[in-house]
């Protein structure tokens, strides 16, 4: 029941919220966006006992913006008692075997990109795949799949996974796309995936039928990260994204994937650093060091990145690329970077390549705010579906924020320089905190959301808190 009488629907609190917080049918659209038919096809084959999937996932979703991190604490606070729902129903979805967890990002990337298509600024933006890994650490050897792996930021191994992502950079924003999971078996047999045999009989292991999609998920795990990525860029492909480049790592960058780029007519920027791979250059077969070496007199300086270079091309398997050797001052260490694209210049080629910085971001703001890794959950189905719905997170604030700001801030990721990548996500948080309780009855039916909204916002102290965390330069009450 109401505690004012007096206001009978969401419409008539509109002098109590601000005015950027009023656009409520924003993150109704983007709910929406699940109950599209290419997607229900993603969970076809999961069976709920009459509980509708396509709802328990909305609410996971929903879970950073009502201030819950996991189900366990969702149950246990005071918004469980609006759905009926109890925690078995949450762990039944995320440990289902059948469900398309990878059809589900993807096509929900492709439809976000429908829906970003009226706030394009300018047709002509680099658009870039842009893969990359990083380190998902965790506490417990038991949990299914996780081995020891060597973590390049710290120079140590730590036990966990290796987070194999792809993502697509649409000329404004990063959006993740696809994912893998991978672990590393060492070379000790001694110590199976770095760990103790009884601690390796002792972890989870799940029987999966060879049809569903988790046991294609779980055989991912021992295959090469390059497979991974040539199999999600020519899914990518196939699935009728629209890109021009392949961006990645010194890591990534190797034959098999120059050549699934150009085969897929795409161009390719990478870092380069294989020291045995040979080129073929002015008729001899030489290393990327060597050829440097032969065009050691011919140094150009740029003054706008301010960086020396070479710049030279070769031929790689019969197929000419372009070679940049550069480096920060005279005494600087020498970086390759390579391009198949002759035509572009070198300020062309590094302003692109700059772009792979997104990926960082996406990863630093994904771990710190919306728990990406943290799933501590033994069963591998649980942490495939915990990543997609962190990555779905992430992608909806992002298209809140580029519409949302699109007239008065321009695009997200400006340059793709960090100080203009490194975004206020609470700030995010809080907005959607609202537009998701303005909702709340289209998500859970048999609530009465007015109750809610009015008890929050009319609540002197909680009101007053939510000001402080939000800009006091954007917070405007309308009139």
């Excluded at 993150?27 to 969970?43: E, N, S």
Aim: proline residues 2%.
């Amino acid at each position: 029941m109401l505690h004012s009488k007096d206001i009978k629907n969401l419409s008539e609190l509109t002098l109590t919220f601000c005015s950027k917080h009023k656009k409520s049918e924003f993150f109704t659209d983007l709910v929406g966006i699940l109950q599209l038919g290419k997607l229900h096809a993603c969970f076809s084959k999961a069976k709920q006992k009459g509980i509708s999937t396509k709802d328990l996932l909305a609410i996971l979703l929903s879970f950073p913006f009502l201030g819950q991190n996991n189900v366990h604490r969702f149950i246990n606070s005071s918004w469980s008692s609006f759905v009926d729902y109890g925690k078995d129903v949450y762990y039944r979805l995320k440990k289902n075997s059948n469900i398309n967890w990878r059809g589900l990002l993807l096509g929900t990337a492709i439809q976000a990109l429908k829906t970003l298509k009226p706030y394009k600024s300018n047709s002509k933006e680099v658009k870039a795949f842009i893969f990359d890994d990083t380190t998902i650490k965790k506490t417990g050897s038991k949990i299914e799949g996780v081995s020891r792996v060597w973590n390049h930021v710290i120079n140590k191994a730590v036990l966990g996974y290796q987070l194999l992502v792809m993502g697509y950079y649409d000329g404004t924003m990063f959006i993740p796309v696809n994912f893998s999971f991978h672990r590393e078996k060492g070379k000790n047999k001694k110590t199976p995936y770095g760990l103790k045999p009884k601690h390796y009989r002792k972890q989870k292991k799940k029987k999966r039928a060879k049809e569903s999609y988790g046991f294609t998920r779980k055989k991912e795990l021992n295959s090469s990260k390059i497979a991974s990525c040539v199999s999600m860029l020519k899914l990518a492909v196939k699935k009728g994204i629209a890109c021009e480049y392949v961006l990645t790592d010194s890591w990534f960058t190797c034959w098999e994937m120059v050549k699934t780029a150009i085969d897929n007519n795409l161009k390719y920027i990478g870092m380069f650093c294989k020291i045995k791979t040979t080129f073929t250059y002015r008729g001899k077969a030489m290393t990327y060091k060597q050829i440097r070496k032969c065009n050691r007199k011919k140094i150009k300086r740029n003054r706008k990145f301010n960086l020396y270079y070479i710049r030279t091309v070769a031929l790689w398997n019969g197929t000419p690329v372009v070679l940049y050797f550069t480096r920060k001052g005279k005494k600087g260490n020498w970086k390759t970077l390579l391009n198949t694209e002759l035509s572009s210049s070198f300020n062309q080629t590094v302003e692109t390549y700059q772009i792979r910085w997104s990926i960082e971001v996406f990863f630093k703001e994904s771990k710190q705010y919306l728990g990406l890794g943290k799933s501590q959950s033994t069963d591998f189905d649980v942490q495939i579906a915990d990543t997609t719905i962190a990555m779905m997170q992430h992608l909806f604030l992002s298209i809140k924020n580029r519409i949302e700001k699109y007239e008065t801030l321009g695009k997200l990721f400006e340059n793709t320089k960090a100080e203009c990548l490194e975004m206020k996500l609470h700030q995010r948080l809080l907005a959607l905190l609202i537009a998701i309780a303005e909702i709340i009855d289209q998500i859970f039916t048999e609530v009465d959301s007015c109750q809610l909204i009015s008890t929050m916002i009319r609540n002197p102290k909680a009101f007053e808190k939510l000001k402080l965390l939000i800009d006091p330069k954007e917070y405007k009450i309308s009139a």
